[in-house]
């Protein structure tokens, strides 16, 4: 599946960034490897972790690695497609919540 709107990750890409800023590259990947590596949550339980959140971010890079991390880690795709409902339902209960902010400034305006 191709998106027209994002390029491609490719390896010239990736050396290309890795080039423009080594220490900070390093970095990351070092956060990353840490952040996801086993702890008091399994590595699989991250990873649906990193799935919903990438659904939230909207970020297509995100949702390929941790679609395909989370399927290595063992998770099947109902427990995938569910971790991206419950981004789904955190998503739109961001709306809903914010909706007290109109309504106290419809308050306002009605005073």
Excluded: Y
């Amino acid at each position: 599946m191709t998106d027209l709107n994002f390029p491609k990750a490719t390896r010239d890409l990736i050396e290309k960034r890795q080039a423009l800023a080594p220490d900070a590259e390093a970095a990351f990947r070092a956060f990353s490897k840490t952040v996801l590596a086993e702890g008091a949550l399994d590595a699989r339980t991250k990873q649906l972790i990193a799935v919903a959140v990438a659904h939230v971010t909207q970020c297509p890079w995100c949702i390929e690695g941790h679609v395909k991390g989370a399927q290595r880690e063992g998770a099947s795709s109902e427990q995938i497609m569910e971790a991206i409902w419950v981004a789904a339902e955190m998503r739109a209960g961001a709306a809903v919540a914010h909706s007290l902010k109109s309504l106290d400034l419809m308050d306002e305006k009605a005073s």
